[in-house]
């Protein structure tokens, strides 16, 4: 009879761990498409239009993407997919040469899950309602979460699991008052080492969490978009007028930094340019509107320069723009030898820079991002000097042994390339 009441309590209790386990992963699941959405493909991705990369609601329905299988090839890596896929080599052709980041690390699950959040938001619309039309660019509404529900019915289930083990118990004693067994003395549930013991596991595993996910993000700055003190527009500068990066970040081609602008670079066109009357109306952030007339009068206080008497009337001084993009001071990284030997557009780390007004930081520069790219990214070896020296891979792509030669093969995840 004791060992048949000690086998119910069990059944019961694991009953209800399991069921409201069961609930918790549910809640999971149900936030994690979300979740690594935005952790992982926000950056590049829309549901509903064209950024970086392109819309991906209704992908389904495009190229090779209703096979599953293919699709896991392609986030996994890319750039072996792409070779012998000629949908996604037209992808890149048609998004500025960008080649998408591989994400290795993410599993056919979590994949799923991305796709299942796509599809669920791109078939409730912007809105909520219909889907968009063609061209359509209203930002999606924010998806309901069900967080808070799936909460409260795991702490009402955990309730009920509780109520039923004091059932057990006072079962139990009235039993054994009948049989007329001693009763022992009830340990209270503060007390019980069973609970002490659990409560520290949950307490350990929930802290080494948060304490590993804050030590990974210590540093980190993606979407970091600070007010600069003049509000200065790429969409309107690189986008609209088309002036090239590399006018105002020379040093992107010749050295190690990209160098930001002098005052006296901006002048070289503003001299002429006194008023801001042809292009599309500017926005900050927070919605209020910006006057371009009164931002390049701001450039002629810190220029000295007086615009009705076409010269220098004043003492100029530097214009203290806000760095956005920083790297530790135990990494090496040289832009000319990326931008000028690897060939790599300015978008493949700072995003889509022609429609941006005031920029922020697109990536979140970590290792793991920066490793990926070098797994992912082919070297340009054709007609490229820098490459002469590899004769071994020149001679294995003449006789079709291999196709291609990416960053890693060439070293480029060995730990002295970035750190020495």
Excluded at 131 to 151: H, R, V, Y
Aim: glycine residues 10%; aromatic residues 10%.
């Amino acid at each position: 009879m004791s060992y048949q009441r000690s086998t119910v309590k069990k059944l019961i209790f694991g009953s209800a761990f399991v069921f409201s386990l069961s609930f918790l992963v549910t809640t999971a699941n149900a936030q994690d498409g979300k979740a690594i959405f935005n952790s992982k493909c926000a950056a590049c991705h829309n549901v509903f239009k064209n950024s970086t990369g392109p819309a991906l609601g209704g992908m389904e329905d495009r190229g090779p993407w209703g096979d599953r299988k293919k699709l896991y090839a392609w986030i996994h890596n890319p750039a072996a997919f792409m070779a012998n896929d000629p949908y996604t080599q037209g992808l890149k052709d048609s998004h500025n040469g960008i080649l998408m980041t591989g994400f290795p690390d993410l599993t056919e699950g979590e994949i799923d899950a991305i796709v299942d959040y796509v599809n669920t938001t791109f078939a409730a619309g912007p809105g909520g309602g219909a889907k968009p039309a063609t061209g359509e660019t209203a930002a999606p509404e924010p998806k309901s979460d069900d967080t808070l529900l799936f909460g409260v019915l795991t702490l009402i289930l955990a309730v009920i699991a509780l109520t039923l083990l004091q059932v057990n118990s006072n079962l139990k004693k009235m039993t054994d008052d009948k049989e007329g067994i001693p009763a022992s003395e009830p340990v209270p549930f503060y007390r019980n080492k069973m609970y002490i013991a659990l409560g520290i596991i949950v307490l350990f595993l929930v802290g080494g969490y948060y304490t590993i996910q804050g030590a990974i993000g210590l540093g980190r700055h993606q979407n970091y978009e600070p007010e600069q003190p003049i509000f200065y527009s790429h969409k309107v500068h690189a986008g609209i007028n088309q002036i090239s990066c590399l006018y105002c970040h020379g040093g992107a081609q010749e050295g190690k930094s990209a160098n930001i602008p002098a005052v006296n670079v901006c002048m070289n066109c503003h001299m002429a340019i006194n008023e801001y009357t042809k292009g599309p109306q500017l926005f900050r952030p927070d919605g209020s509107e910006v006057n371009g007339t009164a931002e390049i009068q701001k450039l002629y206080s810190y220029a000295g320069w007086d615009p009705d008497k076409k010269q220098y009337t004043g003492e100029g001084k530097p214009i203290e723009w806000e760095r956005i993009h920083n790297l530790p001071d135990h990494v090496y990284f040289n832009h000319s030898q990326h931008v000028v030997v690897g060939q790599q557009q300015c978008q493949t780390c700072h995003g889509n820079i022609t429609e941006m007004d005031e920029v922020h930081q697109f990536a979140d520069l970590s290792m793991g991002w920066c490793v990926n790219c070098h797994r992912d990214t082919k070297v340009q070896f054709t007609d490229n000097k820098f490459y002469s020296i590899y004769e071994k891979f020149h001679e294995d792509i003449r006789n079709k042994k291999i196709d291609s030669v990416t960053v890693e093969m060439i070293g480029g995840i060995e730990c002295q390339k970035c750190h020495y």
